[in-house]
Nanobody, 120 residues
Framework: QVQLVESGGGLVQPGGSLRLSCAAS????????MGWYRQAPGKQRELVAH???????NYGDSVKGRFTISRDNAKNTVYLQMNSLKPEDTAVYYC??????????????WGQGSQVTVSS
């Protein structure tokens, strides 16, 4: 079994910053792409950013220049540094990862979701 556990969400004022973390644990052989998605009320889930193992990150257009994704492979953890936050960034943020488990199968996994609210 594999678990993705998120931390770091909360309430922040416009222009502020937050950092999300997501740690993978369990029967992990390797982790390929890790990323973050978000879903605002009444909207579809959208890609925020993702980063392949050993590759360059990709960002959604709405967060380019403000958000930074990074990963620590030794800790099986992905981070999302969010700066210059706007009210429209308010959403539930979900961690996502493609993980090959020790039995040799690759599957897609999701975290539990973290609420980020940007409001004055």
């Amino acid at each position: 079994q594999v678990q993705l556990v998120e931390s770091g969400g909360g309430l922040v004022q416009p222009g502020g910053s937050l950092r999300l973390s997501c740690a993978a644990s369990g029967s992990i052989f390797s982790i390929n792409t890790m990323g973050w998605y978000r879903q605002a009320p009444g909207k579809q889930r959208e890609l925020v950013a993702h980063i392949p193992s050993g590759g360059s990150p990709n960002y959604g257009d709405s967060v380019k220049g403000r958000f930074t994704i990074s990963r620590d492979n030794a800790k099986n953890t992905v981070y999302l540094q969010m700066n210059s936050l706007k009210p429209e960034d308010t959403a539930v943020y979900y961690c996502n990862a493609w993980i090959t488990t020790t039995d040799g199968y690759e599957n897609n996994y999701w975290g539990q979701g973290s609420q980020v609210t940007v409001s004055s």
